[in-house]
């Protein structure tokens, strides 16, 4: 047996039990991480963040719940909503001008109508703010692209775990995500539909949908939901020739040799990708079929992609030649390259789903609201959750990504706080932490730093308050968040992570000067894996251990 | 000023408001490209040769975060700075009304600092002047009030932006020139002006 299957083995023994050994889980999360080609972290990091109770049949309920609570915050603080590139710009300039305008009527107000007209402006200026921080969050992943004009409205996806794909409800559903756009009309007038809507739906959907459900379910899995119906159709029946048990074979089997534009490569999208998508003729006709399907419906929807895509290239090439290290292929996000499923991502909307997940919290928390790089601490979580097809979740990422996001907000808001800024959990507080760790780890090196007079404060306050989550290309974030999620005194372990970092790159750092070594930190270089990287912080954090 | 940031002769920061093109106009200057970066957290440092009329100088460059959240922590960055770019977005009104948060920020900076308003993204307007949201004359006012130097540049096109540079460096030139004849004349005075600035750093920090 190898030792990878050995370490999954392992996983398996706890996640099986009916009641979680929380312990145990983290210590196996903390040294070493979760495989990647398990399939557990998901959930691991769902049970980290006390998403899933430890009661293991306590799962479905309570997912289904905090899915419809996501959907309920949703309905009555109101969502982002833009299908494409376009619509996007589009809401952006008319945040600003209705900014601009209510701005100017301001003056004119008094008292109780004013508080609410500043309200709203405040508002408006958060939506803003989040759109314009989200899109240029991890711009080289194809991941959280969307297209760039989008023809034909596309029905919301189906979110809510209590409404099937009946027809009719759809519809509604549709006007419902319409009028939730929401400078177009007033906000009362926005939560009257909202509550007629509901009420509507909520009685329609309970007795027809319950039966229905389970039966849809395994459509749904497959399902894409595509702008134009007629190859929503033509994918659905190749689909449905074949079982789902068979699909999912022939995605996992094939994952490795179909590159889909859209998958998520940290390679950037050559503008040969049509080429990669031509498959191994050695596959059986089923997969032909299904590919072939995808690949149409997508070869339409791309032409019009290409050449954006091959200016974006150009772009990228550009960046390329200055950091080469920071674009590496790296191995393991291969799993991630799934035919069936990416061709679903291509037309679902990651983008909004960052958006609403950073409103909704901003709007429930106010104390913090939202603050810039709460945006690369999400995106992360709602990466996993998106490509979590062995547990068919992909669909609720947002509503799962949101919650664990909150639930590490919950822990690190002080990183985000002004007002605690000069306290002992401030953000400063926590890099004389690190820097002091430095000091005593690598002496000569902290010593070099500090007669360059390189204050810690210009590198460090960004690892620590983003939790690293800039620093690295996305698989790498993920696996140093396994420990540092699963750290028992968490985020104790970020502070001797942090201080590695310097260390790492010590033989760099000690011959340099102040615009090398200051360079060098804020642009970290990416030659050393994740793991290398956590191994120097363990032994560093087991030496001050004892 | 601390030993190593002595090494540059001018210690350049820009301000302005979130997505404004900071970071953006940042890599123009020193790598002469454009692209669309991720949101700058707390601020960066790059440098910048300027080829002067007799000598060539290093100019230091900080690019700061936008949001208000890192106001409290980035003022620090403004501590010895010669020069302050200060931008907003030309086709954003609401980064022009915030202006003066960031003019704020130049009683932590140097005293003979120039500071140069700059209005960004003025590629938007060659497609449709219908985007402009701030107007040239508004701009040239703001500037005036504010007693400061005024530029609209695109980091896009390139356009104004070797304008700008030498503009800097120009006012950097004189500046020194200046600093020369003042400091012969400190020297003259010896020892009341250095009684005077030891009590000011000591009420500084």
Request: hydrophobic letters at 30%; a positive charge.
């Amino acid at each position: 047996m190898s030792r990878l299957q050995k370490r999954v083995n392992e996983f398996k023994q706890i996640l099986d039990s009916n009641s979680i050994d929380i312990d145990s889980l983290k210590k196996l999360t903390f040294y070493g991480g979760v495989p990647d080609s398990s399939g557990y972290r998901s959930i691991i990091w769902k049970l980290l963040f006390s998403y899933l109770p430890l009661e293991k049949n306590l799962w479905i309920e309570t997912l289904q719940q905090k899915r419809q609570v996501f959907e309920e915050f949703k309905k009555d603080l109101g969502v982002i909503q833009f299908n494409s590139v376009k619509e996007k710009d589009d809401l952006k300039r008319q945040l600003e001008q209705e900014i601009d305008s209510s701005k100017a009527n301001l003056e004119k107000l008094q008292g109780q109508e004013k508080t609410e007209f500043e309200l709203e402006i405040k508002d408006k200026e958060l939506r803003l703010i989040i759109i314009k921080d989200v899109e240029r969050t991890r711009q080289t992943m194809s991941f959280f692209h969307i297209e760039e004009d989008s023809p034909t409205i596309i029905p919301k996806r189906n979110n809510n775990p209590q409404i099937s794909n009946n027809p009719k409800i759809n519809k509604t559903q549709e006007k419902q995500t319409l009028n939730q756009i929401p400078s177009l009309i007033s906000r009362e007038r926005a939560k009257q539909l909202i509550q007629r809507f509901t009420k509507k739906n909520s009685n329609k959907n309970k007795n027809k949908n319950q039966n229905q459900n389970q039966n849809d379910k395994n459509k749904e899995i497959l399902n894409i939901s595509t702008i134009d119906n007629e190859k929503k159709e033509k994918v659905n029946q190749v689909i449905n020739e074949i079982s789902s048990k068979k699909a999912r074979k022939i995605r996992k089997g094939y994952q490795k040799e179909i590159s889909h534009p859209r998958s998520q490569t940290l390679k950037p999208v050559k503008s040969s990708k049509m080429k990669q998508l031509n498959l191994n003729p050695r596959q059986n006709s089923e997969r032909n079929i299904l590919v072939k399907e995808i690949q149409t419906s997508i070869k339409k929807n791309t032409q019009k992609e290409q050449k954006i895509e091959k200016q974006k290239n150009k772009k990228v090439k550009n960046k390329n030649k200055k950091n080469k290290n920071k674009e590496k292929p790296i191995g393991r996000v291969i799993r991630y390259e799934n035919p069936v499923a990416k061709a679903k991502d291509y037309r679902e909307n990651r983008l909004v789903d960052l958006c609403n997940i950073l409103y909704i919290y901003a709007r429930l928390n106010n104390g913090i609201r939202y603050v810039q790089g709460m945006n690369s601490i999400a995106a992360p979580f709602l990466f996993l959750f998106g490509n979590d097809f062995e547990n068919n979740n992909y669909e609720f990422a947002e509503a799962d990504a949101f919650f664990c996001f909150t639930n590490l907000m919950g822990e690190i808001n002080h990183h985000f706080c002004e007002s605690v800024d000069d306290t002992e959990v401030g953000i400063l507080a926590l890099v004389e932490v690190v820097d002091n760790i430095l000091k005593i780890e690598d002496s000569e090196l902290w010593q070099h730093l500090n007669s360059l007079q390189i204050l810690p404060q210009f590198y460090s306050m960004n690892w620590i308050s983003l939790l690293c989550s800039q620093l690295f290309q996305m698989p790498d974030v993920i696996r140093i968040w396994d420990s540092l999620f699963a750290d028992e005194n968490r985020f104790e372990f970020l502070f001797y992570f942090c201080a590695a970092l310097p260390i790492s790159i010590r033989d760099l750092l000690l011959p340099s000067d102040y615009f090398q070594a200051i360079t060098l930190l804020q642009n970290f270089p990416q030659d050393k894996t994740a793991d290398e990287l956590i191994f120097l912080a363990f032994n560093i954090f087991q030496k001050f251990q004892k | 000023m601390n030993e190593e940031e002595e090494k540059y002769d001018l210690k350049i920061i820009l301000l302005g408001s979130s997505k404004v093109g900071k970071t953006t106009l940042v890599n123009r200057l020193t790598q002469g490209t454009f692209e669309n970066p991720e949101q700058t957290t707390g601020a960066t440092f790059s440098k910048k040769k300027y080829q002067g009329e007799l000598q060539e100088y290093t100019f230091s460059i900080w690019d700061t975060a936008g949001e208000e959240r890192f106001d409290s922590l980035s003022s620090f960055y403004c501590r010895n700075s010669g020069c302050e770019l200060i931008l907003y977005d030309i086709t954003d009104r609401n980064s022009f009304t915030n202006l003066d948060r960031f003019f704020d920020k130049l009683q932590y900076t140097n005293e003979d600092s120039f500071v140069i308003l700059i209005g960004t993204k003025l590629d938007l307007i060659e497609e449709t002047s219908k985007l402009r949201k701030v107007t040239l004359e508004e701009g040239k006012k703001k500037a005036n009030d504010k007693n400061s130097y005024f530029f609209e540049i695109s980091s896009k096109t390139g356009h104004n932006i070797q304008e700008l540079w030498e503009t800097v460096g120009d006012l950097f030139e004189k500046n020194s020139q200046k600093n020369e004849i003042k400091h012969r004349q400190d020297n003259n005075h010896f020892q009341i002006n250095s009684f005077t600035n030891n009590q000011k750093k000591k009420n500084c920090c």
